[in-house]
């Protein structure tokens, strides 16, 4: 059966960049996906998780490709919003700052409407309001809780560094709400720890090729740098080849954040000193808070509406590489995705998902 899926996943993606399932199962969901069919980074981790939970729990899951292009997702979301079937509930990405423009277009739907990753900032709040208060179908925001994640990434590069730590940061685009958060939760550890430096902080554009130029440029400028982290692993990565390419004798220290499948090959073989994964298991945990809604069954009272996920690990060894890399990216289909849910799992009294949870209600671990 998993094969069948599989291979109408594939046949609609090569059709026209989204996988829309109709309306035979109880609960239809719409993923307004800001990335590319053709990412091999977070979104198309963040979907391929999704799938797997949305299997689990028996939700047509249709997902929308919006190619990286922010006029396309707002064009995509009037689509769905006009639609004479729409969908129970939208999931949205506050990518590029569209959160509000895509929002404010489902205020008399039927839809329910859900952000993952990016919610929606303060100055936008204060503009449409939180949660269930004037956009009533504005049911609940997920995220990882992206503070710690950069705090958990700077602590682990400092405890492998023994010398005084002069820092290269390279953040996302200022437009995109993490890259500032994950930069907060990093400066706080620099100040709480009483040594290091952060040189410089670089805005990139959360590719490999913008990473590793930032990294050129600044490498050259500065001859001290000797810890570099970088908001995502696309950047971490180009940081780590720029590193090679301009002082490789200087052993500078690169760690990221994202749990990318090239970032784990490389700590796996000694390169990349670390990764924090997590971020693309959020879709998934918006699926089970969804679907318990649905029937009866509101996270509300339990999380609130608007939800900030400790589910990230520090992955700095080749054990935890190919652990992450089993469980989470290779075979989510094993993830007994019901034990996170309410609605089935009646033992269930407080949400956890925790990477260790998922670790366990993965069925990898009981062939090991």
Known sequence: MKVLVLLVIVIATLQGGSVNWGYAKDLHVTFLNPGSTKDVGVWHLVSHFMQAAADDLDIALEILYADRNHIKMLNQAKQVANSTKAPDYVIMVNEKLMGKEMLLLFKNSNSKIFFIHNGLTDKQRKEVGNERVTIKNWIGTIATDEYQAGYKLIKELYRSMKAYPKILGITGTKATPVSLIRL?????????????????????????????????????RYDDINMIWAANDSMAMGAYDAAQEVAPQRKILVGGLGGFPDTLESIKKGGMKATVGGTVMTGAWSLILINDHHFGLDFNGDLGANIKVDHSTVINTAAKADRFTDVVLNHPEEIDFRKFSKKFNSSLT???FSYEKVCQASKLLEKE
Request: aromatic residues 12%; glycine residues 12%; proline residues 0%.
């Open 350 to 352: 407080q949400y956890d």
């Open 184 to 220: 907060k939760g990093v400066e706080d550890y620099i100040v709480e720890s009483g040594r290091g430096e952060q040189v410089q902080v670089a805005y990139g554009k959360w590719s490999y090729e913008d990473g590793k130029q930032k990294a050129l440029a600044l490498l050259k």
